[in-house]
């Protein structure tokens, strides 16, 4: 069974800061997904990361993969209140074939207060 | 613009009775997933299907059963409910994509209270 460890579990901070969430694990994973739950709602994808060592950027949102694909970051410059919600992230196996699926962990709540 | 629709929305059970949730995918998805989320908590697999006719279980099946006659369709049914089934319930559809992961499009999710 593959795990994936998310930390802080919940983040409050002021509108303005800058923080990372991280996503850890013992195995290696063929991409790695990053979703964003706001309250009353599904999450949404915000990005996926599939090659070692991959950076994307989103707006003030940047995303990293470990070099060994068994690791993730987020990094929020300058958050606001909008960016306030659960952050999830999500592991694909290798290899993903038929019949596999995504390993959720247990989230980031993140609070941005004004 | 449908995705994934769930209902209902919310419902309140009592101890021992029985329902199901209903979930309808309009995007030709193969793969269909119910999920649990416990309050502040991250995404538990209840049960999942790769195409019609074809289930299986996933973390937390227990107290759960589904079927998948039709690629659109996914419903997920309780048996004798008890209170620690109270959760909201997610159902997802995907595409695989080997390359770039596949993403899961999630449903407003269904509130199920058992007293």
């Known amino acids: 069974t593959q795990l994936l460890e998310q930390s802080p579990q919940f983040l409050s901070i002021q509108e303005g800061e800058n923080l990372t969430v991280y996503c850890n694990s013992s195995?290696?994973?063929?991409?790695l997904q990053w979703y964003r739950q706001e309250p009353g709602e599904g999450p949404v994808l915000l990005v996926t990361?599939?090659?070692?060592?991959e950076v994307k950027k989103l707006k003030r949102l940047t995303f990293q993969f470990g070099d060994a694909r068994k690791d993730s970051s987020l990094h929020i410059t300058a958050a606001q209140p909008g960016d306030t919600g659960l952050y999830l992230c999500a592991g694909a196996p290798t290899p993903e074939t038929s019949g596999s699926r995504l390993t959720f962990g247990e989230g980031t709540q993140l609070t941005v207060n004004p | 613009n449908a995705g994934v629709t769930q209902t209902p929305k919310f419902r309140i059970l009592k101890i021992g009775q029985s329902m199901t949730l209903q979930c309808a995918q309009d995007m030709n998805h193969n793969y269909m997933y119910w999920y649990r989320q416990d309050p502040g908590m991250g995404l538990k697999l209840i049960y999942y299907?790769?195409?019609?006719?074809?289930?299986d279980k996933g973390e937390v099946p227990n107290g759960y059963n589904v079927s998948r006659s039709t690629t659109e369709d996914f419903p997920l049914r309780l048996e004798l409910a008890a209170p620690s089934q109270t959760s909201v319930y997610f159902c997802?559809?995907?595409?695989?994509?080997?390359?770039?992961?596949?993403?899961?499009?999630f449903g407003e999710g269904s509130r199920l209270t058992v007293l």
């Open positions: 299907s790769v195409g019609a006719g074809i289930t």
């Open positions: 195995s290696v994973f063929s991409s």
């Open positions: 990361v599939v090659t070692g060592g």
């Open positions: 997802a559809s995907r595409v695989l994509r080997r390359r770039a992961g596949g993403e899961l499009f």
